[in-house]
Nanobody, 125 residues
């Protein structure tokens, strides 16, 4: 089993920045990829970014490329999401996810078998 705990959410003004953290515990050695998803009110959960835990390969949605950066610290079993130039429409619950499967898919919720509880990001206009 793997446990994920997110932190770092909060209220930020439009154009501002936040850094989210996701700390993993348990069978962390079995994690292949970790990712971030977000779910705005009344909408589907959507992919934001992912990172291969061993090789550091990163993946991002087109909407956040150039503004959001995913990174990792394997010694701390922690993944980060640095978010710059946040916009009001990006207000959502942000979820950390991990997968122990090497399926080649990092973009869909079905690819991940562990989820955190989520952290709220609010962006004021």
């Amino acid at each position: 089993q793997v446990q994920l705990v997110e932190s770092g959410g909060g209220l930020v003004q439009a154009g501002g920045s936040l850094r989210l953290s996701c700390a993993a515990s348990g069978r962390t050695f079995s994690i292949y990829t970790m990712g971030w998803f977000r779910q705005p009110p009344g909408k589907e959960r959507e992919f934001v970014a992912a990172i291969n835990r061993r090789y550091g390969t990163t993946y991002s949605s087109e909407s956040v490329k150039g503004r959001f950066t995913i990174s990792k610290d394997n010694a701390k079993n922690t993944v980060y999401l640095r978010m710059n130039s946040l916009q009001p429409e990006e207000a959502a619950v942000y979820y950390c996810a991990a997968t122990t499967r090497n399926s080649g898919d990092v973009y869909t919720t079905a690819a991940y078998n562990y989820w955190g509880q989520g952290t709220q990001v609010t962006v004021s206009s």
